[in-house]
């Protein structure tokens, strides 16, 4: 029942993840900076604020009497993943939902799932899965396989966004993804994903934190919501000076006052893609109390975020007039996505 509720759980946080970028088409007249900045005041200082307040007792004294080091490592984490989490946007901006989240996620789901695992390998901590643990049980072994075949999946997306980069004419790309940019957007989302992997182990570092939540009476469905505090004070440091930094490069701290956009609209767009956007995490740490293991947790959330945006690109005919051929490949990787979802369930289950 455990590992049946943290797929749902880490369904349902990807679904929101998937789909939180969408909200961002409705800002009209503000520049990427200003709008990408509003959605993330609330994704990583409002929202996460009020869920730890109404889900973890005293979460402010955790946070204080938490060992430096504790913190600092945490914080650490959530910089580099904010710029991880920076450049995401302007992955999915030039490649497109589907591509982009393909190529972002897929580096993501790597590193986040198999480093945490071979990090306790060497420094074992009670409780955690070493990549030994897991290499030594049936059950571990399948949630590698699961994780193998969801790499296996994000490469055949990947394959169909390139099939698709020969077939169709700059002038139908730009129709689904008005800035398609395929060298610069590959770059991009392949640092993307290396780096937004880092949240991963933030949540591992900030771990004493959240047990520290259950010992206060919080229930552990909710515990990762005190560490998530401080893992995106990084990175809402990071997306903050790099935006002031635009905001001021391009002229555009006006839009924030421009009564010739709407700005109430705006602001309520960028809030609900911001909202959106933390959703994810709130439900991964449900998941992720569930399930107990952390490459597979990861894997998971991943793998139905990658589904969710792939299913939107679709929506949104980003695969337009493309052949027979390269939308099989397209349909083909989110089967493969959707096998890993259930090996990996499979597997914890064991």
């Known amino acids: ?17 998937g789909s939180f970028y969408i909200p961002y088409s409705r800002v009209k007249g503000w520049a990427w900076e200003s709008y990408w900045i509003v959605g993330g005041i609330f994704s990583w200082l409002i929202v996460p604020t009020i869920a730890a307040y109404l889900t973890v007792p005293a979460f402010t004294t955790i946070i204080v009497e938490a060992s430096s080091g504790v913190k600092s490592i945490t914080y650490m984490m959530g910089l580099m993943w904010g710029i ?28 986040g799932a198999l480093v945490p695992p071979i990090y306790y390998t060497f420094n ?17 072994q399948l949630v590698l396989l699961g994780v193998a075949v969801c790499v296996l999946g ?11 980069e020969t ?54 469905l909710f515990q990762n919501n005190v560490t998530y505090i401080v893992v995106l004070w990084g990175g809402l440091t990071t997306n903050f000076i790099w935006c002031m930094y635009l905001n001021a ?36 740490g449900m ?34 007039g493309v052949s027979a051929r390269t939308f099989n490949t397209f349909v083909v990787g989110i089967l493969v996505i959707l096998a890993s979802i259930v090996l990996v369930g499979i597997g914890n289950s064991m």
């Open 154 to 164: 994000i490469a055949i997306s990947g394959r169909a966004g390139m099939l698709k």
């Open 124 to 140: 074992p901590t009670p409780g955690k899965a070493s990549l030994t643990d897991m290499l030594g049980t049936s059950g571990g």
């Open 84 to 111: 991880g989490g920076l450049t995401y946007g302007l992955g999915v901006r030039y490649l497109g939902m589907s591509l982009g989240n393909s190529v972002v996620l897929g580096f993501c789901s790597a590193f």
């Open 287 to 320: 998941g992720e109390s569930k399930l107990g293991n952390g490459a597979s947790s990861w894997i998971l959330h991943m793998a139905t975020i990658i589904l969710t945006a792939n299913l939107w690109g679709l929506y949104l005919k980003e695969w337009k």
């Open 167 to 220: 077939e169709l004419s700059d002038e139908a790309k730009r129709a689904s993804v008005k800035e398609f940019n395929l060298s610069k957007g590959l770059i991009i989302a392949i640092l993307s994903g290396i780096l937004s992997s880092f949240f991963n182990f933030g949540i591992e570092a900030g771990k004493p934190m959240a047990e520290q939540a259950v010992v206060n009476g919080g229930n552990p």
């Open 249 to 284: 490069k391009n002229k555009t701290f006006g839009d924030y006052t421009n009564t010739q956009t709407p700005i109430a609209a705006n602001v309520l767009f960028s809030g609900l893609a911001g909202t959106l956007w933390f959703l994810q995490f709130f439900f991964y």
């Open 1 to 17: 029942m455990n590992a049946l509720l943290g797929v749902l759980f880490h369904s349902i946080g990807g679904f929101a993840s």
